[in-house]
Nanobody
Framework: VQLVESGGGLVQPGGSLRLSCAAS????????MSWYRQAPGKERELVAR????????YSADSVKGRFTISRDNAKNTVSLQMNNLKPEDTAMYYC?????????????WGQGTQVTVSS
């Protein structure tokens, strides 16, 4: 199993970024997928989760209306579109695969991509 994130970087407040995660080594369409983030000194938190066909079943209150998770099962990718970014969105963002039979449990993580929101 491999999960490789890309798309992070430095952006000004109010700006946008699109994170992507390329998955390989498993049947991508069989698994729920998620994005998590971890800011310095804080615990890792779930940002958004999407079901096998692409329905969003969780979006953190702090990102509702600004972030959108999506997936492309033909390309084995899951993305996170982030708009109206705020300094408090600064964190390492991780792509994650859910356990096939327990979607609330994460069994594989990507290496992460850094997002920094600063003027």
């Amino acid at each position: 199993v491999q999960l490789v994130e890309s798309g992070g970087g430095l952006v000004q407040p109010g700006g946008s970024l699109r994170l992507s995660c390329a998955a390989s080594g498993f049947t991508f369409s069989d698994y729920f997928m998620s994005w998590y983030r971890q800011a310095p000194g804080k615990e890792r938190e779930l940002v958004a989760r999407v079901t096998r066909p692409g329905v969003t079943i969780y979006s953190a209150d702090s990102v509702k209306g600004r972030f959108t998770i999506s997936r492309d099962n033909a390309k084995n990718t899951v993305s996170l579109q982030m708009n109206n970014l705020k300094p408090e969105d600064t964190a390492m963002y991780y792509c994650a695969r859910s356990d096939r039979w327990a979607p609330h449990v994460t069994d594989y993580w990507g290496q992460g991509t850094q997002v920094t929101v600063s003027s």
